[in-house]
Antibody, heavy 118, light 111 residues
């Protein structure tokens, strides 16, 4: 059974860096074809993809947020960490991590709400 | 403005069939598959349809997907009250660089 769970701060100040961790079970990110991605959803809006790390450590980022994002996998710990720099109130929303296989995200974590405010 | 275009709302009565459309372009639907997600209030999106028309295990066959050219649709037959949710289409897009994009979402109301 694949499960994922996000953890991290629920409140960050503008200009600070957000670091969120995805801890998962039921799969290994070292298996060919597997990846873990991060997505976010502002209140009342559609989800937005942020980043994806593949089993071979190839990484892909949203073209609009590329310069602010870092994604790192810790295979032995079953964790994937996302950092987003220079946070702004417009970055407020729910941040999700998701299992990726077969060209899509199939299993999602419950999400973590992050507020950006001074 | 979303790369994929969906109607903001749809509605139907119990037992009816409702169809939700999603319009794309050659940079997404023209080259890859479409996916559909259901998001119940206060929960994470759930995969409903993958690779245009495939259902994950556990998804009722009341849900079906189709794609033709740069348009896709999700059909829900035998509508139930528990189908009231937001529905999003999604796909890979390579217009600028590789990018996973979502439609703006359709809020389905069961009257």
């Amino acid at each position: 059974q694949i499960t994922l769970k996000e953890s991290g701060p629920t409140l960050v100040k503008p200009t600070q860096t957000l670091t969120v961790t995805c801890t998962f079970s039921g799969f290994s990110v070292s298996v060919s074809g597997v990846g873990v991605g991060w997505l976010r959803q502002p209140p009342g809006k559609a989800p937005e993809w942020l980043a994806l790390v593949y089993w071979d450590d190839e990484k892909r980022f949203s073209p609009t947020l590329n310069s602010r994002l870092t994604i790192t996998k810790y295979t032995s710990k079953n964790q994937v960490v996302l950092t987003m720099t220079d946070m702004d109130p417009m970055d407020t929303g729910t941040y999700y991590c998701a299992h990726y296989r077969g060209l899509h995200f199939d299993y999602w974590g419950p999400g973590i709400w992050v507020t950006v405010s001074s | 403005q979303s790369v994929l275009t969906q109607p903001p709302s749809a509605s139907g009565t119990p037992g009816q069939t409702v169809t939700i459309s999603c319009s794309g372009s050659n940079s997404n639907f023209g080259t890859t598959y479409v996916y559909w997600y259901q998001q119940l209030p206060g929960t994470a999106p759930k995969l409903l349809i993958y690779r245009d028309n495939q259902r994950p295990s556990g998804v009722p066959d009341r849900f079906s997907g189709s794609k033709s050219g740069t348009s896709a649709s999700l059909a829900i037959s035998g509508l139930r009250s528990e189908d009231e949710a937001d529905y999003y289409c999604a796909a890979w897009d390579d217009r600028l660089s590789v990018n996973w994009v979502f439609g703006g979402g359709t809020r389905l109301t069961v009257l």
